[in-house]
């Protein structure tokens, strides 16, 4: 069966980096979009990145110009590198992935950022 791995999570200071990987294992193809997701405590999961299959790219506002996603399709992996991190972005990150009629998601790995 199709399953998300996901590691890098972390605890990290304000300024910080990190970066996070997602591998799809099992047999997959045809990946139209591989991405991250989040939701910290008191809200609602939101869109952090995604890219599609043709290298098209989608920020939340919050992540531009300090979140970049990449994706290696023959490893079948999706990375998200987080540069200057801040306390707001402490949440549980869900990677997410969209294959042809149907949506993967990760069991969600903890991200802190605080001082």
């Known amino acids: 069966q199709i399953h998300l791995v996901e590691s890098g999570v972390g605890s990290v200071q304000p300024g910080g980096s990190l970066t996070l990987s997602c591998l799809a294992a099992g047999r997959i193809y045809s990946m139209y979009v591989m991405g991250w997701h989040r939701q910290a405590l008191g809200k609602q999961r939101e869109l952090v990145a995604h890219?599609?299959?043709?290298?098209?790219?989608h920020y939340a506002d919050s992540a531009k110009g300090r979140f970049t996603i990449s994706r290696d399709n023959i490893k079948k992996t999706v990375y998200l590198q987080m540069n200057d991190l801040k306390p707001e972005d402490t949440a549980v990150y869900y990677c997410?992935?969209?294959?042809?009629?149907?949506?993967?998601w990760g069991q969600g790995i903890q991200v802190t950022v605080s001082s």
């Open positions: 890219m599609t299959q043709y290298g098209e790219t």
């Open positions: 997410n992935v969209v294959a042809g009629d149907k949506e993967y």
